[in-house]
């Protein structure tokens, strides 16, 4: 058979048919959209693990700047009413301290009750273990709160100065410049005995 033979039966052709040639656009174009979506997930997810561990080294900043510590003021230690028996000073902050660089017991960190704040924001934080605020992290922020608890139920908060139990919790939050609201990256929380 020759090929003149073959074109009057039409059983030879050349090139691809509109059809064959949309349908293998299309089996391609899905492809690429694929694998840059794919991409796309790759790199939202990379930024978040970098975060991630970025907010873990904040809260472990704080841990190790208050291994050491004191529970209470080494100087006043914690003051009760003699009458009621009620905690009157000694918690938080002491008259005296007016930085990071003056708090001498871990009470200290819970500030004026309602925790402590180091963020790129106030210019005071966030802190390293050494005191010292980490420059160039705009958006993150730690803040470490103070609580005691129950010594035979450590999830059981009480009031300040009455057990010998401490919970200290860190959390480090992040703001990105295109988000309305922090978001909470990690806790770092530990029990801090007699």
Do not use: C
């Not at 040639?21 to 796309?40: C, E, F, H, P």
Request: cysteine-free.
């Amino acid at each position: 058979m020759t090929f003149s033979t073959l074109k009057r039966h039409g059983e030879a052709r050349r090139g691809f048919t509109l059809i064959e040639t949309a349908l293998a656009t299309i089996i391609v174009g899905v492809g690429v959209v694929a694998i840059v979506s794919a991409q796309q997930a790759f790199h939202i997810k990379n930024n978040w693990s970098t975060h991630a561990s970025t907010a873990t080294l904040l809260g472990n900043e704080i841990r190790e700047m208050t291994l050491n510590l004191p529970r209470h003021d080494p100087v006043t230690g914690l003051i009760y009413d003699p009458n009621t028996g009620d905690l009157i000073g000694g918690w938080g902050w002491e008259a005296n301290e007016t930085s990071v660089e003056d708090l001498d017991d871990i009470d200290d960190f819970d500030g004026d009750g309602a925790g402590l704040i180091f963020s790129a924001a106030l210019g005071n934080g966030p802190v390293n273990a050494q005191r010292q605020v980490i420059l160039n992290m705009p958006g993150w922020t730690q803040t470490v709160y103070v609580d005691n608890v129950d010594p035979f139920d450590i999830t059981s908060l009480q009031d300040d100065g009455t057990t010998n139990m401490l919970r200290v919790e860190v959390i480090v939050t992040y703001q990105a410049p295109s988000d309305s609201t922090p978001r909470e990256m990690t806790r770092v929380s530990w029990i801090t005995p007699n």
